[in-house]
């Protein structure tokens, strides 16, 4: 069964109750190994970067690309899934948050994950938004200039 989650001014995200774990292949010519989510391709790219790094490497690589955007606990289970399979592990990962939190993709801050206690902005310079930290699966504001792993999207 299919939800239809809405977000006023922002575009529509696809929600579906029932998880297949298989990932399709991504239909973008000229990007490889990338997998399927719904209406959006993906990778994982397990290289130390700051989150400045990863997000201009996210749009050099393929036209429309950034940091993924989360909105859903359902997308960000799948991240972490993509992470694990790709790593072997789950490594602090930059996603698409900056601090004040609209996605650096535009869209808009409609779910969020966090560690308990955060975002804290700890002295007042944690501005960019990092995955599986403290724990898998949760979302802390951390230090830009930080070298994390990432995941790239590109919306179909
Ligand atoms: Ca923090």
Avoid at 9 to 15: I, M, N, P, R
Avoid at 60 to 82: E, M, P, T
Avoid at 117 to 134: H, Q, T
């Amino acid at each position: 069964m299919t939800q239809l989650r809405f977000c006023l001014g922002c575009s529509v995200e696809y929600e579906k109750e029932s998880c297949n774990s298989t990932w399709c292949r991504c239909p973008v010519h000229g990007i490889h190994n990338w997998k399927r989510y719904r209406n959006v391709c993906l990778k994982f790219f397990n290289i130390r970067t700051t989150f400045q790094g990863a997000k201009m490497h996210c749009r050099h690589i393929v036209q429309g690309g950034d940091l993924v955007s989360i909105h859903s606990a359902f997308k960000n289970q799948k991240i972490v899934q993509l992470i694990q399979s790709e790593a072997g592990s789950c490594p602090r990962t930059w996603i698409g948050g900056h601090r004040p939190f609209p996605w650096t993709d535009g869209s808009c801050w409609n779910y969020s994950n966090w560690a308990p206690g955060e975002p804290n902005n700890y002295l007042g310079i944690e501005r960019c938004l990092e995955l599986n930290f403290p724990h898998t699966g949760l979302w802390n504001d951390f230090r830009c200039c930080f070298k994390n792993a990432f995941v790239c999207e590109k919306v179909l």
